[in-house]
């Protein structure tokens, strides 16, 4: 019963309700935002670090940068919105 995806969150399917300008405007700032260097080094280096694990299940992990500039291995649902210390 109900939806199986793992992207599914709730009866919204997990968007925001936004007008179409409202929408159109989001997109642009989030695409300008990670665009930036700082992000494109941030998704760079993550990317280098998954490559470099072996003999790990990746499924359902995401890579989350310290303060400190160290990463670690984390769930993707405790890597959303800066919850990890």
């Known amino acids: 019963m109900g939806n199986k995806s793992k ?3 709730g009866p ?3 968007k925001q309700k ?7 405007d989001k997109q642009a700032r989030d695409k300008a935002t990670a ?7 941030t ?3 993550a990317q280098v670090f998954r490559r ?3 003999n790990v299940d990746l499924d359902g ?4 940068h310290r303060p400190d500039k160290s990463m670690v291995l984390v769930k ?6 800066h919850h990890i210390a």
């Open 52 to 54: 470099n694990l072996k």
């Open 7 to 9: 992207t599914y969150t």
């Open 18 to 24: 936004l007008s179409v300008k409202a929408r159109k």
């Open 35 to 41: 665009m930036t260097p700082s992000r494109k080094h």
């Open 12 to 14: 919204n399917g997990g």
């Open 43 to 45: 998704k760079k280096t």
């Open 76 to 81: 993707t649902k405790t890597n959303r919105g």
């Open 61 to 64: 992990m995401d890579v989350h």
